[in-house]
């Protein structure tokens, strides 16, 4: 995908979080990990099963050094009507950015210019701003949360571990790689 290995562009946009609404830009991005969630749509039907999920998995992202973020094209008013009459979404302590003017949704290539609405698109940012992962799912197919974890890992280790990488289904402590001559052809 494109977007890998690349910098996120400048943005500025307003977020609920915890009763409040915050200022968020790609500085917040800077000096440690992000987990991206772009989702369609406010009182809809998928996102707040996954958006409370992210929830359920914001402790153990946490605990990697990683701040999680949804974006909708939603405004940050609607993130928290959704939050006050929803009783999955009233759970979320992470940054719910609005997105109104799609300029988010575009940067990252997850809008649907036909409805406006973003895809559901996932995005694991190194501490530099880079984009280190890219999912998009289709929109009747909601995502797993746990799975950042072990992907968060492995690029946590492959960032501090320069000349080696970790082969599918990679678990912390397990072997990794050093791509070299002497591994063409034996794998």
């Not at 979080?17 to 991005?29: A, H, L, M, P």
């Not at 940054?95 to 210019?113: T, Y």
């Not at 970790?166 to 397990?174: H, I, M, Q, R, V």
Request: hydrophobic share 35%; net charge negative; with cysteine.
């Amino acid at each position: 995908m494109a977007l890998i290995g690349k910098e996120v562009q400048p943005f500025q946009a307003k977020a609920f979080k915890n009763g409040d609404f915050v200022d968020v830009s790609e500085q917040n991005f800077k000096g440690q990990w992000s987990v991206v969630c772009f989702y369609p749509a406010d009182f809809s039907f998928v996102c707040p099963t996954e958006l409370e999920d992210l929830q359920n998995n914001y402790d153990a992202l946490k605990e990697l050094g990683a701040e999680v973020y949804s974006v909708s094209t939603d405004t940050h008013f609607v993130h928290k009507g959704w939050h006050d009459a929803s009783e999955k979404i009233n759970k979320i302590t992470y940054a719910m950015i609005g997105d109104p003017s799609q300029q988010i949704s575009r940067q990252f290539d997850v809008l649907n210019e036909e409805d406006g609405l973003a895809e559901r698109g996932t995005f694991i940012i190194d501490p530099d701003g880079v984009i280190q992962t890219v999912e998009i799912n289709a929109g009747g197919i909601g995502r797993d949360a746990s799975s950042l974890i072990g992907k968060i890992k492995a690029a946590q280790y492959v960032r501090n571990n320069p000349g080696e990488v970790c082969p599918a289904k990679w678990e912390e402590g397990e072997d990794t790689l050093t791509p070299s001559l002497d591994l063409v052809g034996k794998i």
